[in-house]
């Protein structure tokens, strides 16, 4: 089983050079912060109350980022909102990242490679070793989208995050993109799992559309 930020980065990553993909290079950091929070509060180690996160478990779910920003969350000297801690976990993301890429090396399913940068540095890429486990995600993906398949809490939450990291290109045909879109904000705005868990959700998938979408506004007004 993987975690809601194993499949977005899976999905991210470039299946043959092994490095994220150039359109959600700028956002995915946000998406995968918001994955964590949203995976520690299906797991009920935390939740928002007045958009502001509390540890309400403080039992180890045995994944080390997950259990990393649990702890950091635990020992805040005070409570902080929602935006606060996606932009800050996000500015963390880099040890936490090279984490996940492990778990996925250690289950198989991405191999690491060096490769040499202007004949001098090294750089390790990722590419996929085992395409099985990220066909399946994309199959479910499709089937919440485009099939009768209602999709559960952690599918919903993907769902959000891929349009958040612009993944939509990158997972949907071009035939298929405009509809994808419009059924992922239908699913995004009327998915029904647990009261308490989706106001907290929401909170925190409105928290990194704007962090993603500032991001991405930045970088456009810099490029120009």
């Known amino acids: 089983m993987f975690t809601i930020a194993e499949e977005l980065l899976l999905l991210a990553m470039d299946d043959e050079k092994g490095t994220v993909v150039f359109s959600a290079s700028d956002s995915l950091h ?19 109350n007045d ?20 702890i950091e969350i635990k020992q805040s000297d005070k409570s902080k909102k929602v935006d606060n801690w996606i932009n800050r976990i996000s500015g963390e993301m880099g040890q936490m990242r090279e984490d996940m890429i492990q778990l996925l090396v250690e289950k198989g399913v991405l191999k690491e490679e060096e490769k040499k940068v202007l004949w001098i540095f090294h750089q390790s890429t990722y590419p996929t070793d085992k395409e099985i486990p990220e066909q399946e995600i994309r199959n479910r993906v499709h089937a919440s989208l485009f099939g009768d398949e209602k999709p559960n ?9 891929i349009k958040s990291c ?7 045909s071009k035939d298929e993109r405009k509809e994808a879109t419009k059924r992922l904000d239908r699913i995004s705005k009327n998915n029904d799992y647990g009261k308490a868990v989706k106001t907290s959700i929401e909170e925190m998938q409105t928290a990194v559309i704007v962090a993603c979408t500032t991001v991405v506004m930045v970088s456009t007004i810099t490029t120009n």
């Open 30 to 48: 946000y998406g995968l912060a918001g994955a964590i929070l949203a995976e520690l509060t299906i797991l009920e180690r935390i939740e928002l």
């Open 51 to 70: 958009n502001k996160v509390t540890v309400i478990n403080e039992e180890k779910t045995g994944v080390t980022f997950l259990d990393r920003v649990l």
């Open 166 to 172: 612009n993944l939509v290109d990158e997972i949907f």
């Open 153 to 161: 809490a952690r599918t919903a939450i993907l769902l959000s995050l």
